[in-house]
């Protein structure tokens, strides 16, 4: 008796300790997703901040006829080839913007070449001890500082990495998501009316709806080629223009688009459409004045969330060519433009080290603002969303 | 005359035209009521509509058929004619629906026929998006297999594309070496990393649903689930950066402090951080089966006095596991199709190995690869991507497939 006491008590010692086990691998590998998430957004913040601030330096730039034609020989020997060269590029148009500017020296704070701007912050650069000894002298006489970095944010793509910047890859994202939003916002919420609302329960809405849940789990790669075979090849549609890469996003956002709506028209009783269609409205009556109005926050939120993942989607423009050297803006939807995301891939394939900060701080810019778009869904669900 | 102009012109003409129609089709409606001749079937607003759709759509149906005969090469409109043509048809269409506005006349259920037609025809682009996403690869993928054969795509162990641009330049001597399209290196790479991310997203995935739906209170499940859900939200170029800039170099350095070589395009990189990826949607799906069991199941495995774990591993789970295999197979599927982790961190070079720590590649890193490079549209290269495209929309779809069947066919129905 005291024997298979002492057993039974050991197998249940066993098994609590089983249990404790089975807990703490459970809480371990939410921990380790946790723990990912926070290196993960520690890494991109700590190789990003830093291209936020860009370093400059204090030089005298003299307007000369000779440095009109030869914008290097503005600037004197010593910091030549500290300075960066997209900056002095724009020497001879100031000279024609401002003519009386001719034959004086003035001082500008101007932005430093990217090998002094990783000096600068104390990174590894490749500047000979010579440059390094001159910016000595520069720091102590104070003219060097890390400026917030302004062309980040107001220039193109360029290939001189000091100048290079996100805007025109801003415009293109937009440019392409408002075509997103411009084709498939209609088109499913129109879809998602018909099946709740309309579609006779045949066979062709079955395979409609079999359809709508296949599409959503396509890989979007394949809406890629759908959009080189189809849009580019077929339609004419020109190649990395915005509107080749919003008719495909189009095209991929419809099905999430779809879904929600569908949910949002379901969450509306039933009572409001008899009460409705009882006091003579037609069903479309019935659809546009209750229905619909009822669901909207739903629809929106939705839309948003759509819109959000479309904005992160890179392989499918990458297909239809938005990948694209892109220095200036675009001025219509078909010349050829870039996005946000095509723009990181692009920077990440550089070879230029200083590419590499940049590209950590494009992904920051990215994610606050895919962060504040899911947050605004957040929000409008919150406050307006019903309970029936 | 460009597209963009005709189409700009075409709207411009049309909006001063529709609303000129709306209003003219109220006034009629107007003087209806005012005679009082208005019956109850149609009201005044209802006759500006009416009047409306009947100028648009022979305008837009002509605008339409003459874009499709461009399309289709058989004549190409002159896009004055076309454009006043268009127009010439509205105001045909206008001076026929005022014409026939007649008291009697059912505005409403007319327009919504036509309602119920646009309706549908929304609902038919997806079905169209579909088809042309299976058109546009066979098409392409056809042409391919014309020149190497589909046993050879299949069982072919070399893929070596590179002689195909120098064939279409007509450059190709006898010592060229022939082209390759063996893609079995292709799908070895593929499915190896999609091997290395279920490691990781399974048992992570699953365990982290296990935990927040059977051990977790409100308070950590509120915090959690979001925070895995992040996951999900953050773009793939992102998590293709990361690994690539961080996971790669770390992989190589712990490699070499045991001894291993390993490459800095290894497979092993773009693997884990794919599972990092899978983590929310395998956690996410399960979470929400195993919450569907019903609450009775948990009480009868408490009240023979079994603990927690047991209680999962031994009714829960076998519960629960049809929709976790469906959520596993989606996840499959998800994998097998990712793009830009693997672009950015994966091989190039098709490598039929074993050892993760090798560089290989994927089918979608070569279709990218073969689309963005400066190829002519009909290289054998380029069409290659197609026949890859093919052969992993033919892997989702029946993982698709299959995932569907498991649902339905295991799915416990519980009372």
């Known amino acids: ?170 415009i293109g994202s937009v440019y392409v998501l ?5 084709f498939s916002f209609p088109v499913g919420v129109m879809t998602a009316v018909y099946l709740e609302e309309f579609a006779p329960d045949n066979r062709f809405t079955q395979a409609i709806e079999v359809n709508i849940n296949n599409l959503a789990a396509i890989p979007s790669i394949l809406y890629g080629l759908l959009g080189l075979a189809i849009f580019i090849n077929t ?30 028209i379901r969450a509306v009783p039933d009572s409001i459409r008899e009460a409705a269609l009882g006091v003579g409205a037609s069903r479309w009556q019935m659809v546009i004045h209750h229905v619909l109005p009822l669901s909207f926050p739903g629809i929106l939120t939705g839309t948003i969330i759509g819109l959000a993942q479309a904005m992160g989607e890179t392989a499918p423009l990458l297909i239809v060519g938005m990948m694209a050297f892109i220095p200036d803006i675009p001025g219509s939807f078909t010349q050829a433009a870039t996005v946000l995301p095509a723009q990181i891939y692009t920077w990440s394939s550089s070879s230029l080290r200083a590419f590499e900060s940049r590209t950590a701080a494009a992904i920051l810019v990215l994610l606050v603002l895919l962060l504040l778009m899911n947050f605004l869904a957040v929000y409008l669900r919150q406050k307006f969303q019903r309970k029936w | 005359m460009s597209t963009q102009y005709l189409i700009l012109f075409f709207f411009c003409g049309l909006v001063p035209l529709a609303v000129m129609a709306y209003f003219l089709g109220r006034r009629k409606g107007r003087i209806f009521k005012e005679e009082g001749r208005l019956s109850f079937l149609s009201q005044i607003d209802q006759f500006g509509w009416y009047a409306l759709t009947w100028m648009i759509l022979p305008a837009l149906g002509v605008f339409v058929l003459a874009f499709l005969l ?106 060229a070496a022939k082209p390759q399209f063996g893609a079995v290196p292709i799908f070895a790479g593929t499915f190896m990393i999609t091997f290395i991310a279920m490691c990781v997203a399974i048992p992570v995935g699953l365990l982290s649903a296990i935990y927040m739906s059977e051990y977790a209170g409100d308070k950590v499940r509120a915090v959690a689930k979001p925070l895995l859900e992040i996951l999900a939200g953050i773009p793939t170029v992102v998590y293709g950066f ?36 899978i983590i929310p949607f395998i956690s996410s799906l399960s979470d929400d089966v195993i919450r569907a069991i019903p609450q009775s199941l948990r009480e009868g495995s408490y ?113």
């Not at chain 1, 495909?248 to 929600?260: A, D, E, F, K, S």
């Not at chain 2, 206008?94 to 309602?115: D, F, T």
């Not at chain 2, 990361?242 to 395009?265: N, Q």
């Open chain 1, 1 to 170: 008796m005291n024997n298979s006491g002492n057993t039974s008590s050991r197998r249940l010692y066993k098994r609590y300790r089983a249990e404790k086990r089975f807990k703490s691998l459970c809480i371990l590998a939410l921990c380790l997703a946790v723990a990912f998430l926070v290196t993960f957004f520690a890494t991109l913040i700590s190789k990003g901040y830093s291209a936020f601030r860009q370093a400059e330096l204090r030089v005298e730039i003299s307007f000369t006829e000779q440095s009109r034609q030869m914008p290097l020989a503005a600037v004197g020997d010593e910091v030549r080839y500290l300075v960066s060269r997209g900056w002095l590029r724009k020497v001879p148009r100031m000279l024609k913007e401002n003519p009386e500017l001719m034959d004086t020296t003035q001082k500008y704070w101007i932005v430093a070449e990217a090998e002094v701007d990783q000096y600068l912050k104390g990174k590894a650069n490749k500047l000979r001890p010579k440059q390094q000894e001159v910016l000595k002298r520069l720091e102590a006489e104070g003219r060097t500082r890390l400026a917030f970095n302004t062309y980040f944010f107001l220039n193109g793509d360029s290939k001189i990495p000091e100048i290079a910047g996100i805007k025109s890859a801003l």
């Open chain 1, 178 to 182: 408002f075509l997103t939003l411009l």
């Open chain 1, 235 to 264: 339609f004419g549609v020109p190649r990395s223009s915005a509107l080749a890469g919003g008719l495909t996003l189009g095209l991929m956002t419809l099905p999430v688009i779809i879904i929600t709506t569908r949910a949002a």
């Open chain 2, 70 to 175: 461009h399309i289709l090469g058989i004549i190409s409109v002159p896009a004055v004619i076309l454009l006043f043509g268009a127009l010439t048809v509205a105001l045909a269409g206008l001076a026929q629906a005022l014409h026939s506005i007649s008291p009697g006349l059912r505005a409403r259920q007319k327009l919504e026929k036509v309602i119920y037609f646009f309706l549908f025809l929304a609902a038919v682009i997806s079905i169209l998006t579909t088809l042309g996403i299976v058109l546009s690869v066979i098409f392409e993928a056809i042409k391919f297999f014309q020149v190497v054969s589909v046993w050879e795509f299949i069982s072919g162990t070399q893929w070596s594309p590179d002689t195909a641009f120098l064939q279409g330049a007509e450059r190709a001597g006898e010592e």
């Open chain 2, 242 to 277: 990361f690994a690539a800039i961080t996971v790669s170099p770390l992989v190589v350095r712990l490699a070499e402090s045991v001894g291993l070589e390993a490459d800095y395009t290894n497979a092993l990189a773009p693997g884990l951080v794919m599972g990092i990826m």
């Open chain 2, 303 to 415: 009240a023979l006095g079994l603990t927690t774990s047991e209680t999962i591993k031994q009714v829960l789970l076998p519960a629960a596991l049809p929709g976790i295999v469906s959520a596993f197979l989606l996840a499959v599927s998800r994998a097998l199709g990712e793009t830009m982790i693997v672009v950015m961190a994966a091989g190039l070079r098709p490598n039929l190995t074993m050892n993760p720590l090798e560089g290989m590649t994927t089918v979608t890193v070569r279709i990218v690869d073969a689309l963005t490079g400066d190829l002519a549209f009909d290289s054998l290269e380029t069409l290659s991507a197609f026949a890859l495209g093919l052969t992993l929309l033919l892997i989702t779809l029946i993982l698709n497939l299959i995932s569907t069947i498991v649902i339905r066919k295991f799915k416990q129905k519980y009372e």
